[in-house]
């Protein structure tokens, strides 16, 4: 079989794809876009602030850590409320190459965060309603999901570069930034670390956020031509 006979049979198949994906645009993509248009922004921040308040009882981050004495591995969980799981003997393994608790890092944003996060959504909800400068409303929990990271690093580079010259393995270890994503290595242990259901919350609020300004923006820029029309 030639290389003529093998496109002529995957033809039709791709063509009934084409087909297929065409007929669900039509029918699913085009209602949910016109209804996007027309309630995107009045609904959509609603949504986003239901979305971030409830982020506030899940966990944000997770790192786990494996190593052979360790066969079913070590967890450490960040929120917004608290740290959990194995973090005492996470704790424990750290202060031997001279790296803070963890409990040490966040102080200050872990206090204010319970508060400031339903502000913030709040906030949101109210750009639901604004008319004028509603995008004011959306920016702070547009922004949230960014500068959770910005301040999630921080304090790995930080943990990571002032480490306790005393402490019993410091001689053995370089200052590092534990991996914010993905996997890393730190000494015998391998690491994995990634988000959680609660900012995958946040940053789902986040889109919708930005989906509804949007929207809001493209009515009233056509809005305004036809008023200049009819000037």
Do not use: C
Request: charged fraction near 20%; avoid cysteine; proline fraction near 6%.
């Amino acid at each position: 079989m030639d290389m003529t006979d093998v496109r002529s049979g995957l033809a039709r198949p791709l063509e009934g794809l084409r087909t297929a994906a065409g007929t669900l645009r039509r029918s699913a993509w085009a209602p949910t876009r016109r209804w996007i248009a027309v309630y995107g922004d009045r609904w959509f921040p609603i949504a986003a602030a239901l979305l971030i308040t409830a982020s506030i009882f899940f966990p944000y981050w997770r790192l786990k850590l494996n190593a052979p004495q360790y066969p079913r591995g070590l967890e450490a969980s960040i929120g917004i409320r608290d740290v959990a799981g194995d973090v005492s003997e996470i704790d424990g393994l750290n202060h031997y190459i001279g790296m803070r608790p963890l409990a040490e890092g966040g102080k200050l944003e872990l206090s204010i965060s319970i508060y400031a996060i339903p502000a913030m959504a709040g906030l949101a909800a109210l750009a639901a309603i604004r008319r004028r400068r509603f995008w004011l409303f959306a920016l702070p929990a547009i922004a949230y999901p960014v500068v959770f990271t910005a301040d999630l690093y921080y304090w790995l580079y930080d943990f990571g570069h002032t480490l306790d010259p005393t402490a019993a393995l410091s001689n053995a270890f370089d200052e590092f930034t534990p991996t914010l994503i993905g996997p890393g290595r730190v000494g015998q242990f391998t690491t994995f670390s990634f988000y959680e259901i609660g900012f995958g919350m946040a940053f789902l609020g986040s889109v919708l956020l930005v989906i509804s300004t949007v929207v809001r923006v493209r009515r009233e820029r056509a809005a305004d031509r036809l008023t200049m029309a009819g000037a």
